[in-house]
């Protein structure tokens, strides 16, 4: 393909497969395929390589490196081959050969990912994977602490940062990457990440296998990823789409004890007591811009709970969050689950939300608060009984367990008071938020103090209010609050519903939801959103998570959530505009048609 495509900018290939073996023709070679094709290439225009999981030679890959000056993006993503596949030895040579010869020839690079299947990084591979350095005896890398400008700089840049610049940083020269393997996330390499936190911008990690049967999912990993964003108020970009992440551990109402720790998984006792018990401590990247998140819960009856904590959480930690992709199983979605809280993102331009379960499902009533402003005749009852019609819609969607709806009359209006306090706080990017600030987070006051101000309500702080009304012998003066805008910058939404195949039986033969309902269903979904956010690209799908693909993306995504649930074909095409992998198809590009990234006229595979 690179000889016969010179001109390629950008090259992106992946397998989704897991190999149980690996056989090799003894037939004897033809002498006309014996040549190697490595020699006679020449200088490749190539800005970007990124391979995962694919069953190839070392020197082929130091062969394309060594012609290819140009190079900004290199990700090589659980690589395994006739080099690296049976023992360790000799893998520490394989990754200084790799770190030298970008070090010689890529004075460009930005971002580097190196990985093997099957083998970890060890400390002493990582003394050498953050310090690529030249023949000139210059500093290169992403992330190295000599090469990385201080933090105070950074500060700076962030200070006068313009947030249109989906890059992050205004010309990208503070940008560093921190790209690695979910297997390389353990123990012994945590004290090696944390003198860097404060010089990275971006984390991405990624997975060792294809979704969502992850091997790595462990409490260690969600424990190092914690500490990490606790400590790193520089981020701007965390990708970790396809990667477990406790989100019990964004919970914070258990008790300490006398060391200060409390208990995080007091229902999983079986897990070691240095994983269930930790420290409150809340995220330090207050100005993330993408938040790409894979989040595991621990009990799907909790699903309300769970994911309005993970909402709330979200929604006041990082105020300026403009992209977000959340998958959780068993996902809640409606209104109990306060998928509404994130209204309060107002910079929002894409959001993705994922749910790989079955207990996830609109009604028409969970999707009404979405309209940029409430029409003024809106009124979100206090009171919500299922419905025999809501019962039949959910069933349909395929959620068996079924559980009553939250009152939200029981909201304490003192609680209601403080949680909007709070709320207003966090606005501010620049606010030092402590754990006692995210006091409520996620509970049915704070769900009810975005009811409020959604309706336009003037809330005063401190003042008492009964069943909304205020006390008649208060003469605090009102606030003038802004107008509740839900997503002024929207332009893409997307609602991706992953279905375990369960089995027909007996017992349950009546709640299996039919082909042509769930059709019928998605496409009710499809006009509802399209009528109520008009002008916003809206993806609606449903897959079975065998149909589920891992693919490397373009330009910073580890992966392509608006790819799931379709094979991905590999095309060759002219760009003439920008980088649009379903140019010349009937496929909804999962780009947005407005995106402000330009590419030269380019060639793409």
Not at 19 to 48: C, F, V
Request: overall charge neutral.
């Amino acid at each position: 393909m690179l000889l016969q495509c010179p001109h390629l900018r950008y090259f992106y290939i992946s397998s989704t497969e897991e190999p149980s073996s690996i056989g090799h023709n003894a037939t004897p070679p033809n002498p006309a395929l014996s040549r190697d094709p490595t020699a006679e290439l020449g200088t490749l225009k190539l800005q970007e390589f990124e391979i995962a999981n694919m069953y190839i030679q070392q020197t082929v890959m130091e062969a394309v490196i060594a012609r290819s000056p140009n190079l900004k993006v290199l990700r090589l993503v659980g690589i395994y081959g006739p080099d690296n596949s049976s023992a360790h030895v000799g893998l520490l040579s394989l990754r200084a050969r790799i770190v030298q010869l970008i070090g010689e020839v890529c004075p460009a690079l930005q971002i580097f990912h190196y990985s093997i299947r099957w083998h970890r990084l060890a400390k002493s591979d990582w003394a050498g994977f953050t310090s690529l350095t030249r023949s000139k005896g210059q500093f290169l890398g992403t992330f190295h602490p000599i090469h990385l400008s201080s933090p105070e700089e950074v500060v700076k840049q962030l200070e006068v940062m313009d947030l249109g610049d989906h890059t992050g940083l205004r010309g990208g020269s503070t940008v560093r990457t921190l790209s690695l393997f979910s297997t390389d996330v353990h123990r012994s390499i945590a004290p090696l990440i944390q003198p860097i936190v404060n010089m990275v911008t971006t984390l991405e990690i990624h997975p060792t296998a294809r979704p969502p049967y992850s091997a790595d999912v462990s409490l260690y990993f969600t424990h190092i990823l914690h500490g990490f964003l606790c400590s790193s108020p520089l981020l701007l970009h965390l990708k970790v789409p396809l990667v477990r992440f406790h989100s019990a551990f964004l919970d914070l109402r258990g008790e300490a004890n006398s060391d200060g720790n409390y208990q995080v998984l007091p229902s999983l006792p079986y897990y070691p007591p240095m994983l269930r018990w930790t420290s409150k401590q809340i995220w330090a990247c207050r100005r993330l811009v993408t938040l790409q998140l894979y989040t595991f819960g621990e009990d799907k009856q909790d699903a309300e709970e769970d994911a309005r904590i993970l909402f709330g959480y979200i929604s006041r930690i990082c105020p300026l969050l403009r992209e977000v992709a959340i998958q959780q199983q068993h996902l809640c979605v409606r209104m109990e689950g306060g998928l509404c809280l994130l209204s309060r993102l107002h910079h929002l331009e894409r959001l993705s939300v994922i749910s790989s379960g079955n207990n996830s499902g609109f009604s028409k009533h969970d999707l009404i608060w979405m309209k940029k402003l409430p029409p003024p005749n809106w009124d979100l009852p206090r009171f919500r009984e299922p419905k025999a019609t809501h019962k039949e819609y959910r069933r349909q969607l395929g959620q068996f367990v079924q559980r009553s709806l939250t009152t939200f009359a029981k909201a304490d209006p003192s609680r209601v008071q403080e949680m909007h306090r709070l709320y207003v706080k966090a606005k501010d990017p620049d606010q030092q938020l402590t754990v006692e600030d995210m006091d409520g987070v996620g509970s049915v006051e704070d769900l009810e103090a975005w009811r409020q101000f959604r309706h336009g309500y003037q809330l005063v702080h401190g003042a008492a209010q009964t069943n909304g009304h205020e006390n008649e012998n208060d003469t605090a003066p009102t606030e003038k609050l802004d107008l509740p805008y839900c997503w002024p910058s929207l332009k893409y939404f997307a609602f991706y519903r992953y279905q375990v195949p369960i089995p027909k039986r007996r017992y349950d033969r009546y709640h299996q939801p039919r082909q042509e309902d769930l059709d019928a269903l998605d496409q009710a979904l499809w006009d509802e959103i399209k009528d109520i956010r008009p002008g916003v690209e809206i993806k609606c799908n449903r897959s079975l998570y065998y149909n589920a693909i891992y693919y490397v993306g373009p330009h910073g995504n580890p992966t392509h959530l608006a790819s799931y649930g379709k094979p991905y074909t590999m095309r060759i095409f002219e760009s003439k505009d920008k980088m649009n992998p379903y140019a010349d198809s009937d496929d909804e590009s999962p780009y947005d048609s407005d995106s402000d990234i330009d590419h030269p006229d380019t060639t793409t595979i």
